[in-house]
């Protein structure tokens, strides 16, 4: 795979990336940027962040069902407005993100954890993105039988929206500075910055339905959707080697100052009576095959921690189950539903 590739997926790894190497290019934005940045923080939205292991996929018999699974996570994370999900191993040391490489589109039998990173992205991305950042790979022969995510950045040609993701084209004209960019619209658009070709971008509309084709359009940050027009912009993807790395790797300058652990061991108690504070950076954790316990355990930088210390609230979600076991994907919905509340009471009072 060439480089536009690896920029596309390593972009969701940093939301400011893109952003600031664009902010380079334009040479008179040094000012601008950190005017711009000063703002985001001081209206900072707070996030809502997941993480599971890789191994769920493993686990699963055939491509197929793996990638139902991975189908099934990727809706789950867009019907609760999920920012960030972390997908980690459970290597006993840490290893380079680079090391989960997906730039070959040769390899099949790619780990449970870069499979599901493969489908989460694919799946998050608009679908008139998918063929220019995603080369073909035969991990992806069933994603077209998943049913679609239809987020609010997903949009169809007729749509009109305030913000538009799309893809850099070749034309970039560096006396005018511009660059045209594939929306998803009938025709490209131009914004007012040179950027290399095959980047995905995050395209402010403007105000008015018919846009004046003349008038260059502004690339924003990923999270601006979010935070100026409270919309839900779909989430990032990370990769963690172990869950460890997960904390320590958080890509928010503050980190997660709430951290939620869910087992069938963990506290009962009804989702109405669960105050949580009002945290910046949310992180709720899920465990695999044998739960978040064991996830500790191997990790030799958590060494004789127990789950009950690592995490602020350690959470039973579904009391009185009547199956032996939850499986973490029907733990994601349950979870999520019941702590939807509980967040919502957080998120509304910002
Ligand atoms: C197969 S279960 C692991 C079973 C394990 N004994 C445990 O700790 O819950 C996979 C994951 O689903 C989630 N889970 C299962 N049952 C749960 C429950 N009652 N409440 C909250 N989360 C649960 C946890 O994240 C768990 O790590």
Redesign the pocket.
């Known amino acids: 795979m060439g480089k536009k590739k690896k920029r596309a997926e390593e972009e969701p790894l940093n939301t400011d990336n893109i952003k600031e190497e664009q902010n380079d290019l334009n040479g008179d934005s040094q000012k601008k940027k950190k005017k711009k940045k000063k703002k985001w923080k001081e209206e900072e939205k707070p996030t809502v962040s997941i993480a599971l292991p890789g191994s769920i996929i493993d686990n699963t018999q055939s491509l197929e069902l793996a990638t139902r699974l991975a189908g099934q996570i990727a809706r789950a994370s867009t019907i609760f407005r999920i920012d960030e999900v972390v997908v980690f191993d459970n290597l006993s040391s840490s290893v380079d993100s680079s090391d989960l490489t997906m730039e070959d589109g040769s390899h099949d039998d790619e780990s449970g954890a870069a499979f599901l990173l493969r489908i989460l992205k694919y799946m998050e991305t608009p679908q008139y993105l998918r063929k220019s950042l995603f080369p073909m790979h035969n991990n992806l022969r069933y994603v077209g039988s998943l049913p679609p995510l239809d987020a609010p950045h997903h949009l169809r040609k007729h749509e009109w929206a305030p913000y538009r993701e799309g893809v850099t084209l070749k034309d970039r004209n560096l006396t005018s500075g511009r660059t045209l960019v594939d929306v998803g619209l009938s025709k490209p658009v131009a914004i007012d910055q040179v950027i290399d070709p095959g980047i995905r971008v995050t395209v402010s509309m403007g105000t008015e339905r018919n846009f004046n084709a003349d008038i260059p359009h502004q690339v924003v940050s990923s999270s601006t959707p979010r935070e100026d027009a409270g919309m839900y912009w779909g989430y990032k993807v990370r990769y963690a080697p172990n869950i460890s790395s997960v904390f320590k790797n958080c890509p928010y300058k503050e980190g997660y100052d709430h951290l939620i652990?869910?087992?069938?061991?963990?506290v009962v108690m009804k989702s109405s009576d669960l105050t949580l504070p009002s945290f910046r950076h949310l992180l709720i954790?899920?465990?695999?095959?044998?739960?978040?316990?064991e996830c500790i355990e191997e990790d030799n930088n958590l060494k004789g921690k127990k789950a009950k210390e690592i995490f602020d609230i350690y959470?039973?979600?579904?009391?009185h189950?009547g199956s032996r076991?939850?499986?973490?994907e029907?733990?994601i919905f349950?979870?999520l539903q019941y702590l939807q509340e509980p967040v919502n009471g957080v998120l509304q009072k910002i």
């Open positions: 652990g869910t087992s069938e061991h963990g954790a899920f465990g695999g095959l044998a739960g978040l316990e959470l039973n979600t579904c009391p189950q076991t939850i499986r973490t029907e733990a349950i979870s």
